[in-house]
């Protein structure tokens, strides 16, 4: 009997493990899977930096990161190739949060003749200095079809964030970082719009070998942008009258 009851004992325990096994087991099925991180490219690879030489006063760095937003980061590489951000202003910027850009139209309605790319939310916070893609809002009472069509609105125009802002986290795509040159975003002219914006000067991928940073031309002065003054015509001199010549007395 004892030999019975203890074979029962030993199948029990085959079958359920001892009870730090079972526990073991709960644990790891309780805790869900962490979300897969590729590593992104070095710091090195020139190829995934970007340059924005500001018109505030020098060349802001950005790190790129295919590894989260592979399609939005593409886009910026192919815009900035065709010379798209030159001299495009920042349009919207606000004081403890962010300074937007990418618009040629200037008022935040524009893009680029490419077509909208898909959201690529991904774990990257909006802390101070990353850079994430705009996109349009939709109403909160908006329907899912609406909501997911602005989601899928990104195209050329992206933001910088001055202050953390972790509310837009997974809301937005980041796909870069400023790893140095933050002083000239700070600069960045205030409004919405601002009176006096400033610009992206130039913009450049660094595996292109671009030139150092040089500001950008003054604008000319007052008086050559004043219309030059039309001239009067001078007045026509008036024939003198032809004296009729006396005919010769006749000897």
């Given at each position: 009997?004892?030999f019975?009851?203890?074979l029962?004992?030993?199948?029990?325990?085959?079958?359920?493990?001892n009870?730090?096994m079972a526990?073991?087991?709960?644990?790891a099925?309780?805790v869900?899977?962490?979300?897969?991180?590729i590593?992104p490219p070095?710091?090195?690879?020139?190829?995934n930096?970007?340059?924005?030489?500001l018109s505030t006063?020098?060349?802001?760095?950005?790190?790129?990161?295919?590894?989260?937003?592979p399609k939005?980061?593409?886009?910026?590489k192919i815009l900035?190739?065709?010379?798209?951000?030159?001299?495009?202003?920042?349009?919207?910027v606000?004081e403890?949060?962010?300074a937007?850009?990418?618009?040629?139209?200037?008022?935040g309605?524009?893009?680029?003749?490419?077509?909208?790319?898909?959201a690529?939310?991904?774990?990257?916070?909006?802390v101070r200095?990353?850079?994430s893609?705009?996109?349009e809002?939709?109403?909160?009472d908006a329907d899912?079809?609406?909501?997911?069509?602005a989601?899928?609105s990104a195209?050329s125009?992206?933001?910088?964030?001055?202050?953390?802002?972790?509310?837009l986290?997974k809301?937005y795509t980041?796909?870069g970082?400023v790893i140095?040159?933050m002083e000239?975003?700070?600069?960045?002219?205030?409004?919405?719009?601002?009176?006096?914006?400033?610009?992206?000067?130039?913009?450049?991928?660094?595996?292109?070998?671009?030139?150092?940073y040089a500001?950008?031309?003054p604008?000319?002065?007052l008086a050559?942008?004043?219309?030059?003054?039309t001239?009067?015509?001078?007045?026509k001199p008036?024939?003198?009258?032809p004296?009729?010549?006396?005919?010769?007395a006749k000897?």
């Amino acid at each position: 009997m004892r030999f019975l009851l203890g074979l029962i004992a030993t199948m029990c325990l085959a079958v359920t493990g001892n009870p730090s096994m079972a526990a073991k087991k709960k644990t790891a099925a309780a805790v869900a899977p962490t979300e897969q991180r590729i590593a992104p490219p070095a710091l090195t690879d020139k190829e995934n930096l970007l340059y924005l030489d500001l018109s505030t006063g020098g060349r802001v760095v950005v790190r790129l990161y295919p590894n989260v937003a592979p399609k939005m980061v593409e886009r910026i590489k192919i815009l900035t190739r065709q010379h798209f951000y030159d001299g495009l202003k920042f349009h919207r910027v606000i004081e403890g949060f962010m300074a937007q850009t990418g618009d040629p139209k200037g008022d935040g309605t524009g893009g680029s003749t490419l077509p909208d790319l898909p959201a690529e939310f991904n774990w990257m916070p909006h802390v101070r200095g990353a850079v994430s893609a705009a996109r349009e809002g939709a109403a909160p009472d908006a329907d899912a079809a609406a909501k997911k069509k602005a989601e899928d609105s990104a195209n050329s125009q992206f933001f910088i964030v001055l202050d953390p802002k972790l509310v837009l986290d997974k809301k937005y795509t980041v796909f870069g970082r400023v790893i140095s040159g933050m002083e000239y975003v700070d600069t960045v002219e205030r409004g919405e719009p601002p009176a006096n914006p400033s610009t992206i000067v130039h913009a450049y991928i660094a595996a292109d070998n671009p030139p150092a940073y040089a500001p950008a031309p003054p604008p000319p002065p007052l008086a050559a942008l004043a219309p030059a003054p039309t001239p009067t015509p001078a007045a026509k001199p008036v024939p003198a009258k032809p004296v009729a010549k006396k005919p010769a007395a006749k000897k």
